[in-house]
């Protein structure tokens, strides 16, 4: 005789009724790629590299959990001897499942500067390796880079045509990074901002180029300011940058809030299913007393809703029981003659 199993009930059951999806994003996102006085000509985009270790890649990790980053930055090529070569490698899928188990997501920038060998190759060749990385990371990332310092080697015309193809591949956020300063034709279909103000500036000329970024009306992530993400004046101008209305930084900062978009509160699942837990408890203690008669349970679940029900025949009598996510319980009871 088969028997019912209650636990199994409730375990398919709770899938089907509460599934969290934790849906990282780039809004609010902390990150400190340049931290060279931590680590000598040290850069997070080389973590992929093939020219590390393990071991350094842990000093990274730890360096950014450290500073409460939640994000990591990653090259998925570079041709520059002295930052680390970067091509594409079969342990990629694992070495961003750690990341993202860490806590830190990564943001793929696509391209490096100071590589004339990949420079010089033609923007059908790019297009394919980012599609390529699409195909492979879309889910463990939370957006794109189109290039570090992109209009040092493409044009604005070549960087909307790329910034365009890729976003037919993806449905994250496509960033366009710069030389210090703001290009805006470079920004055009970018949905982000990744603002390089340039080293050494005071604040007031910090502020500057901040506000010339934002008065373009993107999201503006100002990402590169300093080159030590530890040092107090770069977690200064961070927390300035956040002020302002940046919705991230990428070289440090104090302050949490930063650009995050706002949701409301949700209650917890079991307060939004309180009704629902407490008539599938009845249903299900009633399917278990039935089972006992060898009932098969069915268990449904599509994208707009769930069905769970348990039916039995003996004899001339038919006896079911059925439970929805609209809330209803349906007994029912035939006799045939």
Not at 179 to 188: D, F, I, Q, R, W
Not at 222 to 232: G, L, R
Request: neutral net charge.
């Amino acid at each position: 005789m088969r028997r019912f199993n209650l636990a199994s009930f409730f375990v398919s059951l709770f899938l089907v009724v509460y599934i969290s999806n934790a849906v990282a994003d780039i809004y609010g996102s902390r990150a400190s790629f340049l931290l060279h006085n931590d680590l000598k000509n040290w850069m997070s985009l080389s973590y992929l590299s093939t020219n590390v270790d393990d071991a350094w890649r842990q000093r990274v990790e730890n360096a950014l959990i450290n500073q409460g980053d939640t994000h990591i930055y990653l090259y998925t090529q570079n041709g520059d001897d002295g930052i680390g070569n970067v091509s594409p490698q079969t342990d990629w899928e694992v070495r961003l499942d750690h990341l993202n188990s860490r806590g830190l997501r990564p943001v793929m920038w696509l391209m490096a500067d100071d590589s004339p060998n990949l420079a010089s190759k033609p923007l059908s060749v790019h297009k394919a390796h980012n599609a390529e990385m699409v195909r492979r990371f879309d889910n463990k990332v939370d957006a794109y880079v189109i290039g570090l310092e992109a209009d040092e080697y493409w044009s604005a015309t070549q960087v909307q045509e790329m910034v365009a193809d890729l976003k037919t591949k993806t449905n994250k956020p496509v960033a366009v990074h710069l030389t210090p300063g703001v290009k805006p034709s470079y920004y055009e279909g970018a949905d982000l901002i990744f603002l390089q103000t340039g080293f050494h500036l005071n604040e007031t000329q910090f502020r500057a180029r901040v506000n010339e970024a934002l008065a373009l009306g993107k999201p503006v992530v100002v990402s590169e300011y300093h080159m030590d993400s530890s040092s107090q004046l770069a977690k200064h101008y961070g927390d300035i940058a956040c002020s302002m209305g940046a919705v991230g930084t990428g070289n440090g900062r104090n302050v949490v809030p930063c650009g995050q978009k706002e949701t409301k509160k949700k209650k917890e699942w079991y307060q939004k299913y309180e009704k629902e837990l407490i008539v599938t408890g009845i249903a299900a203690v009633t399917l278990y007393a039935v089972s006992r008669w060898d009932a098969p349970l069915t268990l449904k679940a599509t994208e707009s809703g769930y069905q769970v029900g348990a039916k039995k025949q003996i004899g001339d009598h038919t006896f079911s029981m059925g439970y929805s996510d609209s809330g209803r319980v349906v007994a029912r009871y035939r006799f045939d003659f």
